[in-house]
């Protein structure tokens, strides 16, 4: 069997069409969703981007890897492989179409780039890029006879939301003012100093955070279309090949602090899509209803194609669920965060505890507990109300970190040790109008158009050379 995976970057769940959403962002998933498995709660443990990609591609969660943020100092944990690393060691081709760098490349026999054309000012054509570059990759692997692996790494609806212009108003009321400077559901937004100039270079003056909003979805609409391409690629081989369509995290919107971003343990975040694509292998329209997560994933794929596990994974097959012999594989999971804050939750079919290791960079506190059937939105911290559901979920949260550090040989969680990464992206501009009033994008004079921020842009300076001081040294920074 051939396997391909692949992955939208930041892609909420519940703002696809397939999961409940009411706008037409993803007309081509849908249908594929209803030929296919759909996992209704499938969780990233590990976020952001580099926690979560590693825990998908090894089998194993985040303390075991040590990839806890998207800093870049720390390196993948000795003896820890990834999936394609294993497949070709059993004879697969192994293909990449990706830009993440770092460790990812490990086992890829072909591990094919790109960047964006950043030549118009208000457009970055990230979906139809990646596709350009995989359609020779699939072309060249199903002309072969050897098994394939391939992972297509799709950058749509990551920030900058800069899709082309038949996608920037598809979403949002005909009529309607993007910069109407009496609409204030902006101005917390424009207020994080760690984040306004980066705003302000891909969505300048705009005072509507649904303007903001229907950008994102323009987004999953863009690349959703540019995905038919990719399945009709690979119709030739459709018999002998699963594809797997997911992401590896969501993003905040407008419903929480942090907006338009990836960071905070809440469900916008953490509860990404999860299909399963082979037609006349696996069960059509079956939807799976329990907690599963992608560290699920690589096991699975070993249990499909036949070989054992010799890297002891900590994911659980999904098979059983798949064909309904479970509801899904967790009754409760637990999550972490350490780029722009630090946080572990845990979160079970009710209630959801955010509990933070560090200060929260907006201010929020320490600890945060939601009833997840009353409150979905997550907008009622109930710490106060329900102290004694707090401390019993607290009570096992620390004593899962403690087992999991007691099973890896660890004195220390990896969060404390490595601590955030993210101090501000964006360069400010002092002598430019910022947030309401400002120049939009469209009527500005520069050359090109932002960019997806690269690590290096989030990475903290050395804070400190000393642990003999008992203040924290954080593990990706180098002493001198």
Not at 190 to 196: C, D, H, K, V
């Amino acid at each position: 069997m051939n396997i391909v995976l692949i992955a939208l970057d930041t892609q909420r769940a519940d703002h696809l069409g397939c999961y409940g959403y009411p706008k037409p962002t993803s007309p081509f998933l849908d249908g594929i969703a209803e030929r296919g498995v759909l996992f209704e709660r499938c969780y990233a443990p590990n976020i952001p981007t580099h926690p979560s990609f590693t825990t998908m591609l090894t089998g194993k969660e985040a303390i075991t890897h040590d990839i806890v943020n998207i800093g870049g100092g720390v390196p993948i944990a000795d003896g820890v492989r990834l999936l394609p690393e294993i497949l070709k060691e059993h004879g697969y081709v192994t293909a990449a179409v990706d830009s993440m760098g770092r460790h990812f490349p490990r086992g890829f026999d072909e591990y094919v780039t790109y960047a964006w054309d950043r030549s118009v000012p208000t457009v970055l054509r990230k979906a139809e890029t990646v596709t350009e570059k995989a359609l020779p990759v699939i072309e060249r692997l199903c002309g072969q006879e050897q098994p394939f692996f391939l992972f297509v790494h799709y950058w749509d609806p990551h920030t900058p939301y800069l899709p082309p212009p038949e996608y920037t108003h598809k979403f949002y009321p005909e009529g309607r003012d993007p910069y109407a400077l009496d609409n204030h559901s902006m101005d917390e937004a424009w207020s994080w100093e760690p984040f306004r100039w980066y705003f302000h270079e891909w969505m300048p003056g705009v005072t509507d955070s649904e303007y903001v909003i229907n950008l994102y979805d323009g987004e999953t609409a863009y690349m959703d279309e540019h995905l038919r391409r990719i399945f009709a690629a690979l119709e030739p081989v459709q018999e002998d090949t699963l594809v797997i369509v997911t992401a590896d995290h969501g993003e905040i919107l407008d419903e929480q602090q942090g907006y338009f971003d990836h960071h905070g343990l809440y469900e916008g975040n953490v509860h990404v899509p999860l299909i399963f694509y082979w037609p006349g292998k696996l069960p059509a329209g079956q939807r799976v209803s329990g907690f599963v997560q992608n560290v699920d994933l690589a096991p699975t794929l070993l249990d499909l194609v036949g070989l054992p596990d010799r890297d002891a994974m900590e994911g659980v097959s999904l098979l059983p669920p798949i064909f309904g012999l479970r509801d899904g594989n967790y009754d409760e999971l637990y999550l972490s965060e350490a780029t722009w804050e630090v946080k572990r939750a845990i979160r079970n079919t009710r209630w959801k505890l955010i509990d933070s290791i560090e200060q929260d960079p907006h201010g929020r506190p320490m600890q945060e507990l939601f009833d997840l059937q009353s409150d979905p939105q997550e907008q009622h911290n109930l710490i106060d109300e329900q102290p004694e559901i707090a401390r019993e979920l607290k009570r096992r949260l620390d004593a899962w970190v403690a087992r999991r550090l007691q099973e890896t040989g660890r004195s220390v969680d990896p969060l404390r040790v490595q601590g955030h990464c993210g101090v501000r992206i964006g360069m400010p501009r002092p002598d430019e109008v910022i947030g309401p009033g400002a120049t939009p994008l469209s009527q500005r004079t520069h050359g090109e158009a932002a960019t997806i921020p690269s690590p290096e842009a989030l990475t903290v300076p050395n804070e400190l050379h000393d642990q003999d001081k008992g203040v924290r040294l954080h593990g990706y920074v180098k002493d001198e």
